[in-house]
């Protein structure tokens, strides 16, 4: 079954503290995954996808096969990063979504 | 270039109607895929459409229903609507689903 948990419903950091939200897969092949996430009154955008291995606004992931995960990581948040984030895996049928974590990086 | 359009934005339909929303893809753009957002179910898929051919198909009633034209347009329809329907109904675009997806605004649908 192609499945996408996202196990933490909310976060919340400090400014300058690193944070990592947690994104779990399970699907039987090799997955396309990808993290989106949706600012305060805005679309639903793709932040990164693992397979460019890129950069963006200093969020990265790493697909961890044995682990099947794919957390997404930034060194130092800031306040603009809070948004809602979704864990995303495109597999045989579709695009599956995790639930999303909403994030909160507090002053 | 422009974005994804989805049409319209705001609509308030009364229980047993039917609905059509409309989605305009990306320039370039041959996939469109549809999703329902609930507050309680987050983002469900409903359907994917390629080159105006019906790819895959969500766990939904028959109610709902979609296609897509020529020019890569897409449309979903909800039959007989019920309050359950409401909901955010977001259209997705790409060149391929495994390149990832543009996201519409949506269309904020309220049956009452």
């Known amino acids: 079954a192609q499945r996408v948990t996202q196990p933490e419903k909310l976060l919340s950091v400090f400014k300058g503290a690193p944070v990592e939200l947690k994104c779990n897969y399970s699907y039987s092949g090799s997955p396309e995954l990808f993290w989106y996430v949706q600012y305060s009154r805005q679309r639903l955008q793709l932040l990164l996808r693992h397979i460019s291995r890129e950069s963006i606004k200093g969020f990265t992931a790493d697909l961890n096969k044995g682990e099947t995960s794919f957390h997404l990581k930034k060194p130092f948040a800031q306040e603009e990063d809070s948004a809602m984030y979704y864990c995303a895996l495109s597999g045989h049928n579709d695009m599956r979504f995790g639930a999303g974590t909403r994030l909160t990086v507090k002053p | ?112």
């Open chain 2, 1 to 112: 270039k422009a974005g994804v359009t989805q049409t319209p934005r705001y609509l308030i339909k009364t229980r047993g109607q039917q609905v059509t929303l409309s989605c305009s893809p990306i320039s370039g753009h041959r996939s469109v895929s549809w999703y329902q957002q609930t507050p309680g179910q987050g983002l469900q898929f409903l359907f994917e459409y390629f080159s105006e051919t019906q790819r895959n198909k969500g766990n939904f009633p028959g109610r709902f229903s979609g296609r897509q034209f020529s020019n890569s347009r897409s449309e979903m329809n909800v039959s007989t609507l019920e309050l359950g329907d409401s909901a955010l109904y977001l259209c997705a675009s790409s060149r391929d689903r495994d390149y990832g997806y543009t996201f519409g605004s949506g269309t904020r649908l309220t049956v009452v």
